[in-house]
């Protein structure tokens, strides 16, 4: 089987998982699932990001302007349906990034990376002196349908988790596709190789400006369900700690597959949330042991336990 | 036959070096042409001023009769001059197969804008394994570039120029850092894969005999400029060239090896 067909069927597996597991999933599970999509999704850009050799530490800018984005629309202009909120959270991203990354797609490195945190804290700093959208408090988003069905009740209860199931699911084909395509396969001749990818006719400022848009309309469509999921936007989302999570669910993750850092997303959260249950006070403490042993056991990320069982098997 | 390259008065000044000073060449299509010098003579400035790498400070380069001086160097390598390089850029992390559609890729999306595109119906996968065995490198497919002998990989440097469709390619040393008994071996194998298509050649090179087996012309340089220009047997016999170049005393076969 062709690898993308490959990845293609894996993906369709997941959402089948997640579409029989949805009615035996309490509340809380539910919602863990759709925040672990949504950061997955912001994750899954910094995995194109780095296949081009560059990280930013500023993705948390773009998922805070898709959560904005779509608490915006929904409260002042009465866009009511959550899969058009998704969208309407990735172009808000898209055009942020197409003006931030003219700048941006200058530089790489450690400058890019901080250059990237700082457009995120500056966000950050006009999200919380502007009144207008609640300062540091921000304000509630409250989704009425999705995909025409009205939420909270009977199937409406699992609408927002269809819609970020859905959009994981076609981000992740799409995303999978557009790596192997001749597009694509620049991202990593460009981390590679710069001077040659110039004397082969293509410009490699030009790949890093696409890359960069793309991974910023993944983090601005996980943005906007995060929004529909937790029913509020506040500034924390374009906070670097937030930025840093992604970098950490990114490479924790690994680069291997673009599955990978919904996976590695969805063991996090998991983890996270048992280790808060159990060890209310010592849980970082447990989230640090665990993370410790990915990197000296996996050092290329929780995906790599498929790689060496696949290349056993062969 | 009017020339496929030209430069007029090509000049470059780096502060006060002048590492190119009034370069007149004019080459002709279909043909393989020398460069000689010693260290420092401005023979790879010279192929860093023809496909844009650096700018000029005075003096035009012409392709095909069209000024193209100053040119960014993807422009150039669009309209058809391609290079490869003294230490091979190539794509470590990607396997050979992947090195080459990567520019074939490049060649694909963009075929209106590359002169002379050679894919045709077929696919960049099916030209990538077409090239991989014409260049003899089929058992290295699946390698990654970073572990590949030093030899294989400037030949993998080489066919990546090739695989942009070049109607002129410039080769930066070809042989060096490749022992002297496949030294020929390797410049036949290069010239027979890239001749086939009528590819005119410059290539840089000290070895005074694989120079004077495979070229149809010689351009000595020394100091910047050109001292000499003509059949290789005139060139490699001319008193300056013999006392600035080859070096006056020793055999051309010594200089060679050194």
Redesign the interface.
């Known amino acids: 089987m062709s690898p993308p067909r490959r990845t293609a069927l894996g993906f369709l597996a997941a959402l089948g998982t997640l579409a029989l597991a949805a009615p035996l999933l309490p509340q809380w599970a539910l919602f863990l699932v759709v925040v672990s999509l949504a950061k997955g999704l912001a994750a899954a850009g910094l995995l194109l990001l780095i296949r081009t050799g560059l990280v930013s530490f500023g993705q948390g800018l773009y998922f805070a302007a898709g959560a904005y984005a779509a608490g915006v629309a929904v409260n002042q202009f009465g866009v009511a349906d959550g899969a058009l909120l998704a969208l309407l959270g990735a172009l808000a991203a898209v055009s942020v990034s197409a003006v931030l990354g003219l700048l941006l797609a200058r530089y790489r490195a450690i400058f890019f990376a901080m250059l990237s945190l700082a457009f995120s804290m500056i966000l950050y700093g006009l999200l919380v002196k502007s009144p207008l959208l609640g300062s540091t408090d921000g304000f509630n988003v409250a989704v009425k349908t999705v995909f025409g069905v009205a939420v909270g009740r009977g199937p409406g209860r699992y609408g927002v988790y269809g819609l970020a199931a859905v959009v994981a699911f076609v981000a992740g084909v799409a995303l999978d596709r557009y790596l192997r395509s001749n597009l694509g396969r620049l991202a990593p001749a460009v981390r590679d190789n710069e001077l040659r990818v110039e004397y082969m006719g293509a410009s490699a400022k030009n790949v890093v400006y696409l890359n960069l848009v793309v991974a910023a309309a993944l983090a601005g469509a996980g943005g906007a369900i995060t929004a529909l999921a937790v029913g509020h936007v506040d500034p924390e989302m374009a906070y670097w700690t937030t930025s840093g999570e992604f970098v950490f669910v990114a490479i924790l993750s690994g680069t291997a597959s673009v599955a990978a850092p919904f996976l590695g997303a969805l063991l996090l959260e998991l983890l996270r949330s048992f280790a808060y249950e159990h060890a209310p006070n010592t849980w970082q403490l447990v989230m640090g042991a665990a993370m410790l042993a990915v990197i000296l056991f996996l050092p290329d990320g929780i995906w790599s336990v498929f790689r060496a069982r696949r290349r056993a098997t062969q | 036959m009017s020339p496929i390259l030209e430069t007029v008065g090509l000049t470059k000044a780096f502060g006060a070096v002048t590492a190119a000073s009034g370069i007149n060449v004019s080459v002709a299509e279909d043909t393989v042409v020398g460069l000689i010098g010693g260290n420092g003579a401005g023979k790879t400035t010279f192929l860093n001023l023809v496909?844009g790498y650096l700018k000029p400070t005075a003096g035009t380069v012409r392709f095909l009769g069209r000024d193209i001086t100053g040119m960014?160097?993807?422009r150039v390598?669009?309209l058809g001059i391609?290079?490869s390089f003294q230490i091979p850029?190539?794509?470590?992390?990607?396997t050979a197969y992947?090195n080459l559609?990567?520019?074939l890729?490049?060649?694909?999306?963009?075929r209106s804008?590359?002169v002379g595109s050679h894919l045709g119906q077929s696919t960049?996968e099916a030209v990538a394994d077409e090239m991989l065995s014409r260049f003899r490198l089929s058992e290295y497919r699946n390698e990654p570039a970073a572990v590949l002998p030093e030899g294989v990989r400037k030949l993998l440097d080489i066919a990546?120029?090739m695989?942009?469709k070049p109607r002129i390619l410039l080769l930066d040393e070809p042989t060096s850092g490749v022992s002297a008994d496949d030294k020929f071996a390797l410049m036949d194998l290069v010239l027979g894969a890239i001749r086939a298509d009528k590819v005119t050649v410059l290539f840089v090179e000290h070895d005074m005999d694989i120079v004077r087996r495979y070229t149809q012309r010689i351009l000595a340089f020394y100091d910047g400029k050109v001292i000499a220009d003509g059949e290789p047997e005139a060139v490699l016999s001319d008193r300056e060239v013999r006392r600035l170049v080859v070096g006056e005393g020793a055999s051309a076969g010594e200089e060679a090896t050194c």
């Open positions: 496909t960014p160097p993807r390598t669009r391609c290079r850029q190539v794509f470590d992390s990607l992947e559609l990567v520019g890729g490049i060649v694909f999306m963009g804008a590359f960049p990546m120029a695989a942009v």
